[in-house]
Protein backbone atom coordinates (compact mmCIF):
# COMPACT_ATOMS: atom_id res chain seq x y z
CA UNK A 1 0.00 0.00 0.00
CA UNK A 2 1.05 3.41 -0.78
CA UNK A 3 1.22 5.91 1.63
CA UNK A 4 -1.06 8.16 -0.38
CA UNK A 5 -3.79 4.89 -0.22
CA UNK A 6 -2.61 4.84 3.26
CA UNK A 7 -3.70 8.31 3.75
CA UNK A 8 -7.42 7.75 1.90
CA UNK A 9 -8.04 4.64 3.85
CA UNK A 10 -7.24 6.23 6.75
CA UNK A 11 -9.13 9.42 5.70
CA UNK A 12 -12.41 7.19 5.33
CA UNK A 13 -12.14 5.45 8.40
CA UNK A 14 -12.41 8.99 10.06
CA UNK A 15 -15.08 9.79 7.78
CA UNK A 16 -17.24 6.58 8.85
CA UNK A 17 -16.71 7.18 12.44
CA UNK A 18 -17.13 10.66 12.25
CA UNK A 19 -20.47 10.17 10.43
CA UNK A 20 -21.87 7.06 12.10
CA UNK A 21 -25.78 7.39 12.75
CA UNK A 22 -25.96 7.50 16.69
CA UNK A 23 -29.82 8.04 18.27
CA UNK A 24 -30.28 11.02 20.82
CA UNK A 25 -31.95 10.15 23.62
CA UNK A 26 -35.76 9.74 23.90
CA UNK A 27 -38.42 8.33 25.39
CA UNK A 28 -42.28 6.98 25.01
CA UNK A 29 -41.33 5.23 21.13
CA UNK A 30 -42.00 1.73 20.34
CA UNK A 31 -40.03 -0.87 18.60
CA UNK A 32 -40.38 -4.37 17.11
CA UNK A 33 -37.56 -7.29 16.24
CA UNK A 34 -37.57 -8.86 12.56
CA UNK A 35 -34.62 -10.88 11.55
CA UNK A 36 -32.38 -10.04 14.24
CA UNK A 37 -33.20 -6.47 13.90
CA UNK A 38 -34.51 -3.87 16.31
CA UNK A 39 -36.66 -1.14 14.90
CA UNK A 40 -37.36 1.95 17.16
CA UNK A 41 -39.85 4.36 15.59
CA UNK A 42 -41.01 8.07 16.82
CA UNK A 43 -40.82 9.22 20.15
CA UNK A 44 -40.06 12.13 22.12
CA UNK A 45 -36.66 13.11 21.00
CA UNK A 46 -34.49 15.75 23.26
CA UNK A 47 -33.12 17.18 20.18
CA UNK A 48 -36.21 17.51 17.67
CA UNK A 49 -39.08 18.48 19.62
CA UNK A 50 -42.01 16.49 21.02
CA UNK A 51 -42.40 13.85 18.63
CA UNK A 52 -40.36 12.83 16.19
CA UNK A 53 -40.48 10.59 12.89
CA UNK A 54 -36.98 9.25 13.58
CA UNK A 55 -37.28 5.87 12.38
CA UNK A 56 -33.73 3.28 12.40
CA UNK A 57 -32.21 -0.47 13.74
CA UNK A 58 -30.09 -1.63 15.34
CA UNK A 59 -28.59 -5.12 14.19
CA UNK A 60 -28.19 -7.43 17.14
CA UNK A 61 -27.27 -10.50 14.69
CA UNK A 62 -23.68 -10.40 15.90
CA UNK A 63 -21.98 -9.09 19.75
CA UNK A 64 -21.17 -5.42 19.88
CA UNK A 65 -19.39 -3.50 22.70
CA UNK A 66 -21.95 -1.15 24.36
CA UNK A 67 -19.72 1.15 25.96
CA UNK A 68 -18.16 2.17 22.87
CA UNK A 69 -21.19 4.40 20.88
CA UNK A 70 -19.14 4.10 17.24
CA UNK A 71 -18.87 0.44 17.43
CA UNK A 72 -22.81 -0.19 18.08
CA UNK A 73 -24.41 -1.09 14.31
CA UNK A 74 -27.20 1.45 14.10
CA UNK A 75 -29.01 1.88 11.00
CA UNK A 76 -30.80 5.40 10.23
CA UNK A 77 -33.85 4.49 7.98
CA UNK A 78 -35.63 8.22 9.13
CA UNK A 79 -34.91 9.60 5.14
CA UNK A 80 -37.30 6.90 4.22
CA UNK A 81 -40.12 9.75 5.73
CA UNK A 82 -42.06 7.80 8.30
CA UNK A 83 -44.75 8.87 10.71
CA UNK A 84 -44.25 11.15 13.34
CA UNK A 85 -45.70 9.02 16.33
CA UNK A 86 -45.87 9.40 20.12
CA UNK A 87 -47.17 6.82 23.06
CA UNK A 88 -47.41 4.16 19.67
CA UNK A 89 -47.27 1.03 19.59
CA UNK A 90 -45.56 -1.57 16.88
CA UNK A 91 -46.51 -5.18 15.75
CA UNK A 92 -45.26 -7.49 12.83
CA UNK A 93 -47.20 -8.86 10.17
CA UNK A 94 -48.18 -9.74 6.51
CA UNK A 95 -47.83 -12.80 4.73
CA UNK A 96 -44.23 -13.61 5.93
CA UNK A 97 -44.05 -11.47 9.31
CA UNK A 98 -41.88 -9.16 7.20
CA UNK A 99 -44.12 -6.42 7.48
CA UNK A 100 -44.02 -3.44 10.19
CA UNK A 101 -47.09 -1.65 11.87
CA UNK A 102 -47.01 1.37 13.77
CA UNK A 103 -50.44 1.89 15.65
CA UNK A 104 -50.64 5.25 17.59
CA UNK A 105 -51.37 8.81 17.73
CA UNK A 106 -49.29 11.20 15.03
CA UNK A 107 -49.83 14.93 13.95
CA UNK A 108 -51.91 14.58 10.90
CA UNK A 109 -51.15 10.80 10.29
CA UNK A 110 -53.36 7.56 9.43
CA UNK A 111 -54.01 5.73 12.89
CA UNK A 112 -52.24 2.87 11.39
CA UNK A 113 -48.22 2.83 9.23
CA UNK A 114 -46.95 0.32 7.28
CA UNK A 115 -43.39 -0.38 6.48
CA UNK A 116 -41.97 -3.40 4.01
CA UNK A 117 -38.79 -4.58 5.86
CA UNK A 118 -37.79 -6.37 2.69
CA UNK A 119 -38.10 -3.24 0.37
CA UNK A 120 -36.88 -1.09 3.30
CA UNK A 121 -39.81 1.58 2.20
CA UNK A 122 -43.34 2.60 3.65
CA UNK A 123 -46.28 1.38 1.82
CA UNK A 124 -49.72 3.57 2.02
CA UNK A 125 -52.89 1.43 2.18
CA UNK A 126 -56.65 2.44 3.00
CA UNK A 127 -57.72 0.01 5.65
CA UNK A 128 -60.77 -1.61 5.55
CA UNK A 129 -63.17 -1.36 8.23
CA UNK A 130 -64.20 0.92 11.82
CA UNK A 131 -60.89 1.83 12.56
CA UNK A 132 -59.69 3.46 16.09
CA UNK A 133 -59.49 6.63 16.29
CA UNK A 134 -56.74 8.32 18.52
CA UNK A 135 -55.49 6.23 20.94
CA UNK A 136 -52.53 6.85 22.94
CA UNK A 137 -50.63 4.64 25.13
CA UNK A 138 -51.65 0.90 23.93
CA UNK A 139 -49.89 -1.87 23.31
CA UNK A 140 -50.37 -4.17 20.16
CA UNK A 141 -50.16 -7.91 20.17
CA UNK A 142 -50.30 -10.51 17.63
CA UNK A 143 -51.84 -13.85 17.20
CA UNK A 144 -53.17 -16.49 14.76
CA UNK A 145 -51.57 -16.15 11.36
CA UNK A 146 -51.56 -12.31 11.06
CA UNK A 147 -54.00 -10.53 13.36
CA UNK A 148 -53.26 -7.76 15.94
CA UNK A 149 -54.90 -7.77 18.64
CA UNK A 150 -55.38 -3.85 20.77
CA UNK A 151 -57.32 -3.46 23.64
CA UNK A 152 -58.37 -0.19 25.06
CA UNK A 153 -56.64 2.82 25.06
CA UNK A 154 -56.95 6.39 25.91
CA UNK A 155 -58.73 8.62 23.50
CA UNK A 156 -56.53 12.07 22.76
CA UNK A 157 -57.98 14.50 24.84
CA UNK A 158 -61.42 12.93 25.19
CA UNK A 159 -64.20 15.39 26.01
CA UNK A 160 -65.40 13.04 28.92
CA UNK A 161 -63.33 10.06 29.94
CA UNK A 162 -66.03 8.07 29.50
CA UNK A 163 -65.52 8.21 26.22
CA UNK A 164 -62.48 5.24 26.43
CA UNK A 165 -63.99 2.14 25.55
CA UNK A 166 -62.47 -1.35 26.67
CA UNK A 167 -62.92 -3.48 23.49
CA UNK A 168 -60.97 -5.19 21.62
CA UNK A 169 -60.13 -4.05 18.50
CA UNK A 170 -58.43 -6.99 15.60
CA UNK A 171 -56.63 -5.88 12.80
CA UNK A 172 -55.82 -8.57 9.94
CA UNK A 173 -52.26 -7.97 8.55
CA UNK A 174 -52.99 -10.27 5.71
CA UNK A 175 -56.28 -8.36 4.41
CA UNK A 176 -55.62 -4.87 5.98
CA UNK A 177 -59.26 -4.81 7.62
CA UNK A 178 -60.24 -3.92 11.00
CA UNK A 179 -62.91 -6.18 13.18
CA UNK A 180 -64.30 -5.69 16.84
CA UNK A 181 -64.03 -8.77 19.12
CA UNK A 182 -67.45 -9.39 20.94
CA UNK A 183 -65.76 -10.45 24.16
CA UNK A 184 -68.22 -10.15 27.29
CA UNK A 185 -66.90 -9.67 31.08
CA UNK A 186 -63.89 -7.02 29.83
CA UNK A 187 -61.57 -5.60 31.94
CA UNK A 188 -62.11 -1.62 32.52
CA UNK A 189 -60.63 0.76 29.79
CA UNK A 190 -57.38 0.56 30.24
CA UNK A 191 -54.53 2.28 29.04
CA UNK A 192 -50.00 2.22 29.73
CA UNK A 193 -50.42 -1.23 29.80
CA UNK A 194 -48.31 -3.93 28.31
CA UNK A 195 -49.79 -7.10 26.35
CA UNK A 196 -48.19 -10.33 25.84
CA UNK A 197 -48.62 -13.14 23.41
CA UNK A 198 -48.79 -16.10 25.18
CA UNK A 199 -46.98 -19.76 23.42
CA UNK A 200 -50.85 -20.83 23.51
CA UNK A 201 -51.48 -17.41 21.44
CA UNK A 202 -53.70 -16.11 24.79
CA UNK A 203 -52.65 -12.63 25.53
CA UNK A 204 -52.25 -11.26 29.01
CA UNK A 205 -52.13 -7.62 29.65
CA UNK A 206 -49.73 -6.56 32.78
CA UNK A 207 -50.15 -3.24 34.42
CA UNK A 208 -51.60 0.12 33.62
CA UNK A 209 -54.38 2.30 34.62
CA UNK A 210 -57.75 1.60 35.11
CA UNK A 211 -60.06 4.22 33.81
CA UNK A 212 -63.18 3.84 35.95
CA UNK A 213 -65.81 6.71 35.44
CA UNK A 214 -65.06 10.20 34.85
CA UNK A 215 -63.50 11.24 37.92
CA UNK A 216 -61.68 8.43 39.08
CA UNK A 217 -58.70 6.31 38.11
CA UNK A 218 -56.66 3.72 39.54
CA UNK A 219 -53.08 2.02 38.43
CA UNK A 220 -53.59 -2.05 37.99
CA UNK A 221 -52.48 -4.34 40.60
CA UNK A 222 -49.86 -7.08 39.82
CA UNK A 223 -51.46 -10.00 41.13
CA UNK A 224 -54.41 -10.54 39.66
CA UNK A 225 -54.18 -10.39 35.84
CA UNK A 226 -56.68 -9.82 32.39
CA UNK A 227 -56.48 -12.80 29.94
CA UNK A 228 -57.89 -12.63 26.52
CA UNK A 229 -58.25 -15.94 25.19
CA UNK A 230 -57.94 -15.49 21.33
CA UNK A 231 -59.51 -18.58 20.33
CA UNK A 232 -63.02 -18.79 22.61
CA UNK A 233 -63.21 -14.86 22.33
CA UNK A 234 -63.60 -14.48 26.24
CA UNK A 235 -61.55 -12.55 29.19
CA UNK A 236 -60.72 -14.17 32.62
CA UNK A 237 -58.93 -13.29 35.56
CA UNK A 238 -55.19 -14.68 36.29
CA UNK A 239 -54.69 -14.67 39.97
CA UNK A 240 -50.97 -14.75 40.76
CA UNK A 241 -49.01 -16.13 43.71
CA UNK A 242 -45.41 -15.11 45.30
CA UNK A 243 -44.71 -11.16 46.06
CA UNK A 244 -46.15 -9.14 42.80
CA UNK A 245 -44.60 -6.36 41.94
CA UNK A 246 -45.81 -2.57 42.65
CA UNK A 247 -48.18 -1.18 40.07
CA UNK A 248 -46.67 0.76 37.26
CA UNK A 249 -46.88 2.42 34.00
CA UNK A 250 -44.36 2.84 30.88
CA UNK A 251 -43.04 -0.11 31.61
CA UNK A 252 -41.34 -2.80 29.25
CA UNK A 253 -42.26 -6.48 29.60
CA UNK A 254 -40.65 -9.43 27.05
CA UNK A 255 -41.79 -13.10 26.93
CA UNK A 256 -38.44 -15.84 26.90
CA UNK A 257 -38.37 -18.81 25.12
CA UNK A 258 -38.45 -20.46 28.62
CA UNK A 259 -41.65 -19.20 29.53
CA UNK A 260 -41.65 -15.79 31.64
CA UNK A 261 -42.66 -13.02 31.25
CA UNK A 262 -39.35 -10.20 32.37
CA UNK A 263 -40.64 -6.99 33.27
CA UNK A 264 -38.60 -3.69 33.65
CA UNK A 265 -38.61 -0.18 35.01
CA UNK A 266 -41.55 2.03 34.52
CA UNK A 267 -43.15 4.27 37.63
CA UNK A 268 -46.06 5.75 38.99
CA UNK A 269 -47.12 8.32 36.96
CA UNK A 270 -49.67 10.17 35.16
CA UNK A 271 -49.50 13.34 32.89
CA UNK A 272 -50.77 16.36 34.37
CA UNK A 273 -50.84 14.61 37.32
CA UNK A 274 -48.73 14.49 40.66
CA UNK A 275 -47.89 10.84 40.99
CA UNK A 276 -44.02 10.51 40.84
CA UNK A 277 -41.61 7.05 41.41
CA UNK A 278 -39.32 5.65 38.69
CA UNK A 279 -38.24 1.89 39.02
CA UNK A 280 -34.99 0.05 38.40
CA UNK A 281 -36.35 -3.25 39.39
CA UNK A 282 -36.49 -6.22 37.46
CA UNK A 283 -39.74 -9.11 38.28
CA UNK A 284 -40.15 -12.63 36.85
CA UNK A 285 -43.20 -14.09 35.89
CA UNK A 286 -43.56 -17.97 35.30
CA UNK A 287 -46.28 -18.46 33.20
CA UNK A 288 -46.47 -22.36 34.13
CA UNK A 289 -47.45 -21.41 37.93
CA UNK A 290 -48.31 -17.46 37.30
CA UNK A 291 -45.65 -17.34 39.93
CA UNK A 292 -44.03 -13.83 40.45
CA UNK A 293 -40.09 -12.99 41.79
CA UNK A 294 -38.31 -10.58 41.98
CA UNK A 295 -34.43 -10.83 40.50
CA UNK A 296 -31.47 -9.72 41.68
CA UNK A 297 -29.14 -8.57 39.17
CA UNK A 298 -25.44 -9.77 39.60
CA UNK A 299 -24.09 -6.60 38.29
CA UNK A 300 -26.56 -3.84 38.53
CA UNK A 301 -26.08 -0.64 36.98
CA UNK A 302 -26.05 2.11 40.13
CA UNK A 303 -29.26 4.14 39.77
CA UNK A 304 -30.66 2.78 36.85
CA UNK A 305 -34.60 3.04 36.34
CA UNK A 306 -36.08 3.68 33.10
CA UNK A 307 -39.57 5.27 32.45
CA UNK A 308 -41.46 5.80 29.07
CA UNK A 309 -39.75 2.21 27.61
CA UNK A 310 -43.48 1.23 27.07
CA UNK A 311 -43.13 -1.70 24.82
CA UNK A 312 -41.44 -5.48 24.74
Known amino acids: ?118 KQQWIDFTPVGNVPADKLFISCANFNNGLIAIFSGKKYYPININDNDNNIWIFNTLTLTWGLSNATNAPPPRYLYCAITLPDENILYIGGINLINSSKISFTQMNSLSLYNTTSDMWANMSTSGQPPPARVYFSATLTLDGRIIIFGGGLTILDQNFNETFGDLWILDIAKYHWSIENILNPITDLALIGILRH
Open 1 to 118: MTYSSFYIFAFLLNFIATFAFIPNGREFHSSVLIDKKLYFSGGNNNSFGRITNEFFYLDVSKPFITTDDISIPWFDLTNTSGPSKLYATTCIGGKNNDLIFIFGYGDNQSFVNQFDTS
